[in-house]
């Protein structure tokens, strides 16, 4: 049976300035734990420490750009209407240092979880 998510929770996001994670889908807001979809709104200058997760990452961006940093030092910017894949185990950065900032949507199998992301020491 169809099932309405009708708003979704709002998650603490890692990074400054800070940025705006709805998660439509996920360990928070539907208690699922095999993927996590969720909206996030990254301002102009944000940026988190880098990670390592235990969990398949793909991401469409809506507007904007979206740098996302790999292991081998080559960024990619992502614009919108592209997507990126980052696999399991991947080391992977991810910033929006262009005017304007980046909305996206972040879908993570299994789901998103702070206990799986293994981000850098700061």
């Not at 709002?10 to 969720?38: D, M, Q, Y």
């Not at 102009?44 to 030092?73: A, C, H, K, M, N």
């Not at 910033?95 to 020491?121: E, L, N, Q």
Request: charged fraction near 20%.
């Amino acid at each position: 049976m169809p099932r309405l998510i009708a708003t979704p929770s709002l998650v603490e996001a890692a990074g400054t300035p800070p940025k705006r994670i709805e998660e439509f889908v996920g360990r928070v807001n539907s208690g699922t734990e095999a993927l996590s979809i969720a909206r996030m709104t990254s301002p102009f200058g944000w940026s988190e420490p880098g990670q390592r997760p235990e969990f398949d990452e793909y991401t469409l961006v809506l507007s904007g750009i979206l740098r996302v940093e790999r292991e081998d030092g080559a960024p990619l910017d992502v614009a919108a209407g592209q997507a990126v894949h980052v696999a399991a185990g991947d080391w992977v950065r991810y910033s929006t240092p262009h005017d304007g900032g980046a909305t996206y949507i972040a879908v993570c199998t299994p789901a998103f979880s702070p206990d799986t992301v293994h981000r850098d020491a700061v």
